[in-house]
């Protein structure tokens, strides 16, 4: 019998949303696993921090300033990857959020704001699935992990707007992975739960934050770095049977 094989030392990972929260979890993560990692994020000095914490382990890191949702930028992105890699073996799309004001009822919500949540949530993650994949399809191998969120699947009030990129998302990682399946590309995504980063602490009035917190099974919220092993799972060829799944990773059912 052949035990799978969770080692990604070998391979060059892309993970945009690097900078913070899951992304830089994530990176330090890779990084320390062995990958060669490639971090994109739009905050400059938060991303040299992260890259000098990967090398400071031992890490081969490399910092490419992205705002993913400007095509340009995301196809420069792929240029200096390549470049210094070579080839791309894992494309991480963790760049997401809903703002500074996360729940806005809809008939209050401005054109703009509907505008920046879904370009960075989904608009995003099509220009580095599309630009990525193009490479990873000539390559004919390849593993696309997307970032999701149960408000894709359940009705949270107040954020129609991230829930509506994040259903998206869902359903990109579905067609995405009959589309690339016969290049050998597998195209999965994680519904992180209550998570306690940064993000999540500034934005939840700490009563809702603990309400919810309740509610989980396993009696706690999240860490980035409980997200971890989803990823390295999915990235690994252990996975190489697994594609076009939505992976909750939220400590028990809701």
């Not at 090398?55 to 420069?76: C, F, L, M, N, Q």
């Not at 703009?112 to 390559?139: F, H, P």
């Not at 980063?197 to 934050?209: C, H, N, Y």
Request: positive net charge; charged residues 20%; glycine residues 12%.
């Amino acid at each position: 019998m052949v035990v799978p094989d969770l080692n990604v030392s070998e391979k060059v990972v892309i993970i945009t949303g690097a900078s913070r929260g899951i992304g830089r979890a994530l990176s330090l993560g890779f990084a320390e696993a062995g990958a060669s990692v490639a971090l994109a994020a739009r905050d400059v000095s938060r991303l040299d921090l992260v890259i000098e914490q990967a090398r400071a382990s031992g890490g081969k890191a490399i910092a490419v300033p992205t705002d993913v949702t400007i095509a340009s930028e995301v196809k420069k992105l792929a240029r200096t990857v390549v470049g210094e890699y070579g080839r791309v073996d894992v494309l991480i799309n963790c760049a997401g959020g809903a703002g500074s004001r996360p729940f806005i009822p809809l008939l209050e919500m401005e054109e703009s704001r509907w505008d920046s949540v879904l370009a960075l949530n989904l608009k995003g993650v099509y220009l580095c699935c599309r630009e990525i994949g193009t490479i990873m399809a000539k390559q004919r191998y390849g593993s696309i992990i997307n970032f999701s969120s149960g408000a894709g699947t359940r009705p949270v009030q107040g954020q129609t707007h991230y829930g509506a990129a994040k259903a998206g998302v869902n359903q990109l990682t579905r067609v995405l992975a009959v589309e690339l399946g016969s290049s050998n590309i597998r195209v999965n995504a994680i519904s992180p739960g209550l998570i306690a980063t940064q993000a999540s602490r500034d934005f939840l009035d700490p009563k809702l934050f603990a309400k919810f917190e309740k509610a989980i099974p396993l009696g706690r919220a999240g860490v980035p770095e409980d997200i971890l092993g989803t990823a390295l799972f999915l990235a690994s060829d252990a996975s190489s049977y697994v594609t076009g799944t939505i992976i909750p990773v939220g400590g028990g059912p809701e």
